[in-house]
Each structure stands twice: as C-alpha cells, then as structure tokens.
C-alpha cells in the first residue's frame, strides 16, 4: 500500500497506515512533508518543541526533526511496538520524503476521511513547515 500524505491529517492517515501494517501490508508513505497537523500554529510549535526539548541528549527520548521521521514516530506511537506483533508491522512502515523513483507510476491511496478541506476552520500547518521551526531542513 503507497498513501499519498499531501494534504491529510497526519493523525488520521497514520491509523489507517498502523491498520494496515498489522494486518501484514507493506505501507509506504510519500510526500510527508506535506502532511497537515490541525490547530493554530503557534500552539503545534510549542506542543512538538515540548516534545523534542523532554529527556536528555544521550540518554533520551528521542524525537526526530526530520519530516520522514516524524510521520514515523506517529505510527510507532499507534502501534504496540514495545510487542513483537508491534514492532514487525513498525518493520513493515516505511516515510519518504517527496516521491521516490520507485512509486512513481504505482497507485496511491488517498483516504477520503483523512482530507485537510474537511476541516471547520483554515487553521493547520504542514509538517516540512513544522520541522523548520524545529531545526530540521
């Protein structure tokens, strides 16, 4: 399964991609920096700076800055990756930034419940705009 995540709920998208890899599917997600978080941007920033400030710097957690790596770590976090039936379907889920030669003339899925335009209001930002203000690229 290729989701296409431009313009989804980032949320949303990713229950349907830890569905599938339990059930035993291959998913691949592309273009995840143009996922969409909801909420005012001012609040995304400080909700996801909280999270990569937490821990200590060799000790951890962890949380990635990178558009690819984030959509993953939201997955893992719908999974029971900590089981062994969790952490072979977080083996089975694969981000990639844009779209990579590969997938380029396979069929992509897009969700019709996931759709950034079914929001009540204009306000959501993009995960790339996201990693920025956390000092990703």
């Given amino acids: 399964m290729i989701i296409d995540a431009t313009d ?4 949303r998208m990713a229950s349907h ?15 995840c920096e143009r996922a969409v978080i909801s909420g005012r941007a001012k609040d995304i920033i400080a909700r996801y700076r909280q999270r990569r400030e ?4 060799y000790k951890g957690p962890f949380f990635p800055k990178q558009s690819d790596r984030l959509v993953r770590r939201t997955v893992r976090g719908m ?25 380029k003339e396979k069929k ?19 995960i790339g705009q996201l990693c920025i203000h956390l000092g990703g690229k």
Wanted: hydrophobic letters at 40%; aromatic letters at 10%; one cysteine or more.
């Fill in 17 to 31: 991609a830890a569905k599938a890899a339990l059930l035993g599917q291959q998913v691949d997600i592309v273009n």
């Fill in 79 to 103: 999974l029971p990756y900590k089981k062994e039936k969790g952490s072979s379907a977080f083996k089975r889920v694969m981000c990639w930034k844009g779209i990579p030669e590969q997938f």
């Fill in 108 to 126: 992509m899925e897009r969700f019709a419940d996931c759709q950034a335009d079914k929001l009540p209001n204009e306000q959501y930002m993009t």
């Fill in 54 to 57: 937490r821990g200590y710097p």
């Fill in 8 to 11: 989804l709920l980032l949320g």
